[in-house]
């Protein structure tokens, strides 16, 4: 396995080896990662998406998530902004899909045996196998700017058309058939150029950039360069299959593939730690992470099991091993997390705070539905409040407040009060709000432990109902966690369980897995998101079971 191919779309860098694979630079985790692996991988392009076109005809985009699928019977691919060209076997017909032609493909030339197209400030240019040079001006209408036999290359900075001609000398379009020599060095042989400039690869390997006029500048002295691309920056590709990038201060970097990072650099920018990481069933020693948020999916292995499926997946379809981490956190942390790229991705079972967080630009549109959880109103089996079960929620907790006020019952009525910002949290203070009183509660620690009141605010979602559980109150827990905790069975009533059949249900929690923004590994991210929230994820959380009892099931009922 060797390099075979460079493309460059905006900031990102592709590479394309012999045995198909295709890599991404994930200039944040500074690692390669794996979006495809097929053996029949034969070109890719740059552009807003970057191309792929394979030995069988077929061509894809990517779409960050995944690949969809653009034409077939291909030979050649070109692309800039959301605009696709490609020429077919056996044919000089060259094809267009853009914006204006709504998704369909239209002939642009009947023609030219088109060699290469380049777009510049969204005039199409156009050199053929022959070398003449020609300009797009209407549908399949083509306008001659060059109709001498000379070039072998076109290139931009992306503001000007460039030629490389057989000579070596390098010419800048001036308009009409108007062309102004730029270079005259005879040994150039290669052209590349985008928004980072103009460059050129010497014979002897040297790198130069075009400063303006005649002028140009030495930019890498190495004799061992054999291709070059140019976008957002320059990069460099040597006889190793090394690639380099050109940074701002001039000097060159090595996109280093799948580097050892040291542990401490591995710690995301907060310094939250994961609480668990899992590397499906290879011991992995994998840099490659994914972090997740989450509370009680987290708590109760559900993201663990997700993840662990999810690396074998990835494994199964010829990617890279990868780990899965769980960072414990609750709704308003996760927001957080999300916003400043501590995690990649998080789940919350908010609707609101899920819609708050794609309004703001903290998490990638779509939200990704995946799981569906339910709360329990859980309580003393000698039931004090007198609750009635066929009574709505808010009617419980009405009536659990009228009880704890009156104090006429033995044991007396105490709601043992969740303070850790989860989204149980916020739908138990929902309904206080609505029978318009706070909770009747009581300090979940014994007396004689000195716990200080961000150990209580701390407390996750087991301690909570351990406190019910122990001292004969009322409280609000997931179904998850109540099928967890089996040792208070035997000491807590269900009194009220949330339903599928009601959206308006507050008892009803949907699972929403957000992808961040600002994600530290985003393809991975969105990868997973989509893979969750199909149907090999949607098995994974079908069959999920904490003591032979399903905690969470499928995003297949309502809307959330």
């Not at 079972?349 to 967080?357: D, V, W």
Request: hydrophobic fraction near 35%.
């Amino acid at each position: 396995m060797s390099f075979r191919q460079i493309a460059v779309a905006g900031q990102d860098c592709y590479q394309l080896l012999t045995d198909g694979t295709v890599k991404q630079y994930n200039a944040t985790s500074a690692t390669w990662e794996v979006i495809d692996q097929q053996e029949d991988n034969v070109e890719i392009v740059g552009g807003t998406y970057v191309g792929l076109r394979r030995e069988s005809g077929h061509a894809y985009k990517f779409n960050r998530r995944y690949w969809e699928h653009l034409h077939t019977g291909v030979t050649r691919l070109w692309g800039w902004k959301d605009r696709f060209w490609l020429r077919k076997e056996g044919s000089s017909i060259l094809w267009y899909k853009g914006p204006e032609t709504h998704g369909e493909w239209k002939i642009r030339s009947y023609y030219f045996l088109t060699k290469d197209l380049i777009m510049v400030q969204n005039n199409i240019y156009q050199l053929a196998e022959n070398g003449q040079i020609s300009s797009y001006c209407s549908p399949e209408g083509w306008t001659f700017i060059d109709p001498s036999t000379d070039a072998i290359a076109i290139a931009t900075d992306n503001n000007n058309l460039f030629k490389l001609q057989k000579n070596g000398f390098i010419y800048r379009f001036k308009g009409q058939e108007n062309w102004q020599l730029v270079g005259s060095e005879k040994n150039i042989v290669e052209i590349a150029g985008g928004i980072a400039g103009l460059f050129t690869r010497h014979r002897d390997g040297t790198v130069y950039k075009f400063l303006g006029d005649l002028s140009w500048q030495v930019s890498d002295v190495n004799t061992d360069n054999v291709h070059l691309a140019v976008a957002a920056s320059a990069y460099r590709v040597n006889d190793k299959g090394e690639i380099h990038r050109l940074e701002a201060t001039g000097a060159w970097t090595l996109l280093e593939d799948n580097p050892v990072v040291p542990p401490e650099e591995r710690r995301t920018p907060t310094g939250v730690e994961p609480k668990y990481t899992y590397d499906g069933p290879y011991n992995n020693r994998s840099s490659t992470l994914l972090r997740i948020a989450s509370g009680a999916a987290g708590q109760n292995g559900l993201v663990g099991a997700l993840g662990d499926a999810f690396i074998k997946f990835r494994v199964s379809k010829g990617f890279d091993v990868c780990k899965v981490a769980w960072c414990e956190s609750n709704t308003s942390n996760s927001l957080n997390y999300l916003n400043d790229g501590t995690v990649d991705a998080a789940i919350t079972c908010s609707p609101p705070a899920a819609a708050a967080a794609i309004d703001e630009g903290i998490a990638l549109d779509p939200v990704h539905y995946i799981f569906r959880e339910h709360l329990l109103l859980v309580g003393p089996p000698s039931n004090p409040a007198n609750l009635n079960p066929n009574s709505d929620i808010t009617t419980m907790f009405s009536t659990i407040y009228r009880a704890a006020v009156a104090g006429n019952t033995y044991p007396s009525v105490l709601f043992s009060h969740r303070r850790d910002r989860s989204t149980t949290n916020l739908i138990e203070s929902t309904l206080w709000k609505k029978v318009n009183q706070g909770p009747m509660e009581i300090n979940p620690f014994p007396e004689h432990i000195n716990s200080s009141s961000d150990e209580r605010d701390a407390c996750d979602a087991s301690l909570a109902l351990h406190a019910a559980a122990n001292w004969q109150q009322y409280t609000l827990t997931e179904y998850s966690t109540y099928c967890l905790n089996t040792v208070h069975h035997d000491r807590l009533a269900i009194y009220k369980r949330g339903q599928d059949d009601d959206p308006s249900d507050l008892l009803f929690m949907p699972g929403y897995l957000l992808v961040s923004a600002r994600a530290r590994n985003p393809i991975l991210a969105e990868q997973f998101a989509a893979w969750a929230a199909g149907p090999e994820g949607q098995a994974v959380v079908d069959g999920f079971k904490i003591y032979n009892k399903h905690s969470a099931y499928s995003a297949t009922l309502g809307e959330g």
